[in-house]
């Protein structure tokens, strides 16, 4: 389990990689959530319910991010994880549930680095389980 | 991939008309700036991003557009639409696109004239900076004091800046220099998510992070002497930059409309060739939900940027002992938009929708949109640089309004990524660099010092350059900055 930074001129590209569907997303939200905040500086004392639709895997994983990122900004909190609880098939595509985990944002101690103002649909890809493993990629407008 | 580009005059290149465009690309560049563009394009998809010709290009074909798909100087890669992307579709049988607004829905730029000049200024200006960082928040969720109830933000959103000038802050003359009076029609709260609104309750009157900020600068040079009489300009006036937008609502919006438009395009078939370029028709249900609440975005961005003009009033005052409403507005002018406006197709004049992606309306002598006292002119077009580079204030001119319908750049567009940007500098020695040059930086977070460096975008200088000699847009004066409150 993995992610990394492309470059990309004005905004950032996340990757994320392991070796199931739930993990790639529980990386992606990290990579999104380490381009606002040095992680290591938040503790874990909420956790929120994120839940999303969309006809296919790569536009849930942009419905995911953006559904963290929206409600993370609703609550005023910074979140340090993601964790996926289960990603299921529906008549009209798929359906995310999930957890966030953080507390209240608190500028004297969490170090903000860069505010993501949405994922996009741009390099938006999905690999699935080529070799065992999945691969999540899209770019983050900052 | 292939892109063919024609050069058409020292400052203008065109992507011809093949296949599925219907109209040709029109690019502003010279034969310096073209080059690294036409390579990039060649090279492909650098990190899953489509290159910036090749997305000129992509615009081409959408339904409705008029002309050509036009790109500013300060061109790069967007999500869909290039950052300096210009399209407009026919209000009747075009579409309108979430990629063309952006997802920081009228990011503009408000400048502020001052009384003072620069020698004022420098004795004064880290108390300047000290209070300036205090008063007006900035950074990752910022929130402010100017708090709203439930039951006022949708009130804000139809009426925009008067709301808060209203509420005492600001001068009423605030309004007549800000695009379309700092209240744009047609907005209808309805249309944004109950999310949206409550994530902007405690975020009007802040900057935000990223390339936002708040610029205490000295007129350097004048070009244009007459322009700048009658913008009330002169050598050494101390001015003050705001660049910022909707925030957390116009991020929503995106967000938002991104899923509704993207149901739109299969629903009525209209073929896209990148998925980023997610439309709807103009006169469609949700094309029309859309615009008006694009409208509402743009609202809330304007009152935005009157409430943090009060805000660096105060602190001006409080420093320098001036009254604050002897700090009078130049102008302020949006650069992410879409918006109805007239404009002169093959000799008629037609009603369009202009988008404005990381470009700013630059509308030139006799317009009506333009306040009385520009008129003889056209309004001025604030283009700002970076932390340790030159602003500018440009004007319009008649043939702007004729080749690209009265548009300018927005800044100076990046030249390398953030993640290059922070391998290359250190935030810390980057404040220690300028504060040497005289410039003092005021910012909650280091690394995103360093994703600003100076030298992370284009030449400022040149891209304006190309719009000036291209005979878009006129010169009118240079800005230096001596304060930054980076967001």
Not at chain 2, 69 to 84: C, K, N, R, T, W
Not at chain 2, 420 to 429: A, C, I, M, V
Request: glycine fraction near 10%; charged fraction near 25%.
């Amino acid at each position: 389990m993995t992610y990394s930074y492309h470059e990309h001129i004005s905004d950032i590209g996340i990757k994320a990689e392991a070796r199931d569907l739930k993990s790639a997303f529980n990386e992606g939200a990290s990579a999104m959530l380490n381009v606002m905040f040095d992680l290591t500086t938040i503790d874990e004392n909420e956790a929120h319910e994120i839940r999303a639709e969309a006809p296919e895997i790569e536009t849930l994983f942009v419905e995911v991010l953006n559904e963290v990122l929206s409600i993370q900004g609703l609550r005023e909190l910074a979140f340090k994880r993601v964790e996926t609880t289960a990603i299921e098939e529906t008549a009209e595509g798929y359906r995310y549930s999930g957890r966030a985990f953080g507390e209240k944002f608190d500028r004297s101690r969490h170090e903000a680095r860069t505010e993501v103002k949405g994922a996009t649909y741009s390099g938006l890809r999905y690999n699935g389980g080529t070799g065992g493993v999945h691969e999540l990629e899209c770019i983050l407008d900052v | 991939m292939k892109i063919e580009v024609k050069k058409v005059s020292d400052f203008i290149w065109e992507i011809p008309k093949t296949g599925d465009m219907l109209v040709p690309g029109r690019v502003y560049a010279d034969e310096e700036t073209i080059a690294p563009l036409v390579k990039e394009a060649v090279a492909g998809k650098p990190g899953g991003l489509t290159p910036a010709l090749v997305q000129v290009a992509n615009v081409a074909t959408l339904p409705g557009i008029q002309k050509a798909s036009l790109a500013m100087a300060d061109i790069h890669p967007g999500y869909g639409f290039a950052i300096g992307g210009v399209a407009a579709f026919d209000s009747d049988k075009g579409i309108v696109s979430v990629a063309g607004v952006g997802f920081d829905i009228n990011c503009g730029v408000r400048m502020l004239k001052t009384p003072l000049t620069r020698g004022d200024i420098e004795p004064i200006k880290t108390e300047l900076a000290n209070q300036l960082f205090r008063d007006v928040p900035s950074g990752v969720g910022s929130t402010g004091d100017i708090r709203l109830k439930e039951s006022e933000i949708d009130d804000l959103l139809v009426k925009g800046s008067p709301f808060i000038v209203e509420r005492g802050y600001g001068l009423s003359e605030d309004l007549e220099y800000t695009e379309e009076g700092g209240c744009i029609k047609g907005a209808d709260p309805h249309n944004v998510s109950t999310r949206a609104k409550e994530r902007q309750f405690k975020q009007v009157g802040t900057l935000g992070s990223g390339n936002h900020y708040l610029e205490v600068q000295y007129i350097e040079e004048i070009y244009d002497t007459e322009a700048a009489r009658i913008y009330g300009l002169s050598k050494d006036q101390v001015v003050i930059s705001i660049h910022c937008g909707s925030r957390a609502l116009g991020h929503q919006i995106g967000t938002d409309y991104l899923k509704t438009l993207e149901a739109a395009s299969r629903k009525y078939g209209i073929p896209i060739r990148d998925r980023e370029l997610v439309c709807a028709p103009i006169t469609s249900p949700e094309g029309k939900k859309y615009i008006s609440a694009v409208n509402a975005g743009m609202n809330c961005a304007f009152a935005n940027r009157q409430a943090i003009a009060h805000l660096a009033r105060g602190a001006f005052a409080r420093i320098t002992g001036i009254r604050p409403d002897s700090i009078r507005m130049l102008y302020d002018v949006a650069h992410n938009t879409c918006k109805f406006e007239t404009h002169i197709v093959n000799g008629v004049e037609k009603k369009l929708l202009i988008h404005r992606k990381g470009a700013t309306r630059a509308f030139g002598p006799g317009r009506v949109e333009v306040p009385p006292a520009y008129r003889s002119v056209g309004h001025p077009l604030l283009v700002g640089g970076t932390m340790g580079t030159a602003s500018y204030i440009l004007r319009g001119t008649e043939k702007g309004m004729a080749e690209c319908f009265g548009s300018t750049v927005h800044g100076a567009g990046r030249s390398l990524s953030r993640v290059q940007s922070k391998r290359q500098w250190r935030g810390t020695e980057l404040l220690k660099d300028l504060a040497a040059k005289g410039i003092i930086i005021r910012s909650g977070s280091m690394s995103g010092v360093a994703e600003e460096a100076p030298g992370a975008y284009k030449d400022i200088d040149r891209v304006v350059e190309i719009m000036h000699m291209a005979g878009v847009n006129r010169k009118v004066a240079r800005m230096r900055p001596m304060v930054c409150v980076k967001g």
